[in-house]
């Protein structure tokens, strides 16, 4: 298997940004889209309160910024969060790495769909603790049946319950992202080791990428998240887990700010029964190319064509 390639089909990648402002993109999108369009688009972000300063907005495109840049910027944001939430924190810029491309499955055969990979993405995340969010979702699922429509997100009953099975679903990390596509400011890219990644200092509030994703992944911030400081997780990373402004769309990252450094995703270890696998997929010998290899794995909407790099499968 060639690096970062996908089992199921090619790996495509998105160009790189050109050089604009965000308000140059703001008014081509505008432009492009039509106003109505584009006014009934950013209709949430009219009460908005700046929850971003001034050097946050005015700030480049991610992937036009040197280290040095991005070093300043990491402790104007951990000042920031000082002083919004007081907190003390440390926000990294994890890179990917050279022949990386990470990859997630899951065995439905034994998720026992009590929720423990949501709750604990909500506190690894730093979430909004009065909405309870969380970027991944349990669905309670009919045996036999794989229609998400009619599948029950919101049972409150023991589990697991006899006739059914569970089935979490986040973000899928496709390689033909449609979110990717559909941002008119490039907001939104896959990286090298196969993780689509959001910048949020140049995120528009658009949800154009929310709209498009068939998976139901992204989240928008209503409002300023309310986390108290002794529930903050301090440990950080631009791209990842670092608390959200308001007014911007969010996403599973597949926990990079510690999957970069060698540590397995949250959700991952929050699971009891071991129905989680994640690795490497250019590693022949890892454990999630083994199951890719030798499991009957499949991907949700595979007739979509969006090459996900999340995988299920059943032990029988």
């Not at 495509?12 to 703001?26: D, H, I, S």
Request: contains cysteine; charged residues 25%.
């Amino acid at each position: 298997m060639s690096e970062i390639e996908h089992p199921l089909g090619e790996n495509r990648q998105p160009e790189a940004p050109e050089n604009a402002t965000r308000r140059k993109l703001m008014l081509g999108a505008a432009a492009t889209l039509g106003t109505a369009a584009t006014a009934r688009a950013i209709a949430p972000l009219m009460d908005w309160k700046p929850t971003t300063s001034l050097a946050g907005f005015l700030q480049r495109h991610y992937k036009e910024l040197t280290t040095l840049e991005k070093k300043d910027i990491c402790a104007r944001l951990e000042a920031e969060t000082k002083a919004q939430y007081g907190a003390d924190v440390h926000i990294a810029d994890p890179q990917a790495e050279p022949g990386v491309g990470f990859a997630y499955a899951l065995n439905l055969s034994i998720c026992i769909g009590c929720r423990k990979c949501s709750e604990a993405c909500h506190q690894e995340n730093n979430h909004d603790r009065p909405s309870g969010n969380s970027y991944i979702r349990v669905i309670e699922m009919e045996q036999g049946s794989l229609d998400l429509e009619r599948g029950n997100t919101t049972y409150d009953h023991p589990v697991p319950r006899k006739g059914n099975y569970y089935l979490p679903v986040q973000c899928q990390q496709c390689d033909n992202a449609p979110c990717v596509k559909v941002c008119p400011v490039e907001a939104t890219w896959k990286e090298q080791d196969g993780i689509v990644v959001v910048d949020y200092n140049w995120c528009i509030g658009c949800r154009y990428c929310e709209a498009a994703c068939p998976y139901h992944a992204r989240r928008f911030n209503w409002k300023k998240p309310e986390i108290p400081a002794a529930e903050i997780n301090p440990n950080q990373a631009y791209l990842a887990n670092r608390i959200r402004p308001q007014g911007v769309v969010e996403k599973c990252h597949f926990c990079l700010h510690r999957t970069r450094e060698g540590r397995l995703p949250a959700c991952l270890e929050a699971c009891p029964t071991g129905a989680r696998v994640f690795g490497n997929l250019n590693d022949k010998e890892s454990e999630i190319r083994w199951v890719i290899e030798n499991k009957r794995v499949f991907v949700l909407k595979e007739e979509l064509g969006t090459l996900p790099r999340f995988f299920y499968f059943f032990d029988k």
